[in-house]
Structure formats: structure tokens, C-alpha cells
């Protein structure tokens, strides 16, 4: 069976401080994964998706993740945070048998001034 | 594009009643997605819906939840009779693609959701 880990379901950084934001998936198939965001009383918004092209894959409002077969790992990141990052984010992986979505936890992004 | 439209925003009602919560989908998608949030258990897909045909509906709690799709561009998830467990956020999501979202460079596009409060 698919499934994906958040660690740490809340995560407080400075402004303009590194973001990092973890997703691990246990997959016994090469995976499809995905980063959606959602800002508060709003629905969820792709952030960015790996399907088994480059393992460096950017998204939009400067987030990236990479794509690690060895760590079974998809981590989300961005350089310098901002104070409209303040949202949950969460981390997805395709379910091959049924089409299927499965979403982790999620994390609360914090930043502080 | 006005994208996912989902109504009604918020609704409160009392335990035994029914709630209709409903949802149009972007114009010209052809799949559609019903998800439930709460605070246990993250965001489960109940239900979703290709051309108009359930396609999996494993998600679904139990017998008093129903999901129609009636048409390409509306869709319906019902409870009857609710219960306080049944307070969530629902969202709706909709995608285009030949597979009917069995392939995930399908975007999946979210409405704003529904809060229900069941009393």
C-alpha cells in the first residue's frame, strides 16, 4: 500500500529564513508525488508534482522539491521564507490502483516578522 | 475561469437532519473528486466521479452518505441522516484528462470547501 508521512505537523520559521518541509512516502512502485498548499478557509492549491521526469522539480512562489529514490523522500523547500508562506502544505502521493490521491497529515507553516 | 464552486460555504444543522452539499466542477473537466477534511484524520477522498460515473466509492463512510453526478456539471453529496461525527470540511475537486484522473498529470483543482457543523 501507498502511503506519506509529514514530519512535524507544525513548523515556525523567521522571515527570510530557509523553509523545509518533510514528506516521506512508502511506495512499491516508482511514485507520484505532489506538494498542494492551503491558505486559511480556502481550498487546496498544487504547489508542484513529480511524475518521474527531473528529480529537481520547482513550483510555484519559489517553492521546490527533489525527488530522493534513496530516501524515499520528497521535501519541500524554499530559500527565504515569506509572511504570505503562513499556510498548511501538504504532501500527496499518487495511489496507482484506483487513481487515488493519498495525502499526509499536513504541516503548518508559520513565519514569524 | 471561475473555477470550483462549492455551496453552501457553511451550514450548520442539527443531528438527525439531511445536508445536501453540492459543487460544479470547472467547466469542460471531466472528472470529480469529493474529499472530507477534519482534524483526525487529514483529508480522505470519499468518492469520485469520472463522466458523470462513480468510479470508486470506497471512501465513503457509510450508508448515509450518496454521492450523484447528474450531469458534467453538477454534482451532490448527501448525508441522511447526519450526526456531530459527520463535522468536516468537504471539498470538491475537479481534473481533466483522458483517464478520468487515473493518470496524476491530472491536475486535481480544488474548491473552497463546505464547513458543516452538525449539532
Known amino acids: 500500500a501507498q502511503s506519506v508521512t509529514q514530519l512535524g505537523s507544525h513548523v515556525s520559521v523567521s522571515e527570510g529564513a530557509l523553509v523545509l518541509l518533510r514528506c516521506n512516502y512508502s511506495s512499491s512502485v516508482p511514485p507520484y508525488l505532489f506538494w498542494y498548499v492551503q491558505y486559511p478557509n480556502q481550498g487546496l492549491q498544487l504547489l508542484l508534482k513529480?511524475?518521474?521526469?527531473?528529480?529537481l522539480v520547482k513550483g510555484i512562489n519559489g517553492f521546490e522539491a527533489e525527488f530522493k529514490k534513496s530516501e524515499t523522500s520528497f521535501h519541500l523547500t524554499k530559500p527565504s521564507a515569506h509572511m504570505s508562506d503562513a499556510a498548511e502544505y501538504f504532501c500527496?502521493?499518487?495511489?496507482?490502483?484506483?487513481?487515488?490521491?493519498?495525502f499526509g497529515q499536513g504541516t503548518e507553516l508559520s513565519v514569524k516578522p | 475561469d471561475a473555477g470550483v464552486i462549492q455551496s453552501p460555504r457553511h451550514e450548520v444543522t442539527e443531528m438527525g437532519q439531511e445536508v445536501t452539499l453540492r459543487c460544479k466542477p470547472i467547466s469542460g473537466h471531466n472528472s470529480l473528486f469529493w474529499y472530507r477534511q477534519t482534524m483526525m484524520r487529514g483529508l480522505e477522498l470519499l468518492i469520485y466521479?469520472?463522466?458523470?460515473?462513480?468510479?470508486?466509492d470506497s471512501g465513503m463512510p457509510e450508508d448515509r452518505f450518496s454521492a450523484k453526478m447528474p450531469n458534467a456539471s453538477f454534482s451532490t453529496l448527501k448525508i441522511q441522516p447526519s450526526e456531530p461525527r459527520d463535522s468536516a470540511v468537504y471539498f470538491c475537486?475537479?481534473?481533466?484528462?483522458?483517464?478520468?484522473?487515473?493518470?496524476?498529470?491530472?491536475?486535481?483543482?480544488f474548491g473552497p470547501g463546505t464547513r458543516l457543523l452538525v449539532l
Open positions: 466521479f469520472n463522466n458523470n460515473v462513480p468510479i470508486d
Open positions: 500527496a502521493v499518487w495511489y496507482n490502483q484506483g487513481g487515488k490521491l493519498i
Open positions: 475537486a475537479s481534473s481533466l484528462g483522458t483517464s478520468g484522473g487515473l493518470y496524476p498529470q491530472e491536475t486535481q483543482y
Open positions: 513529480y511524475t518521474s521526469a527531473a528529480t
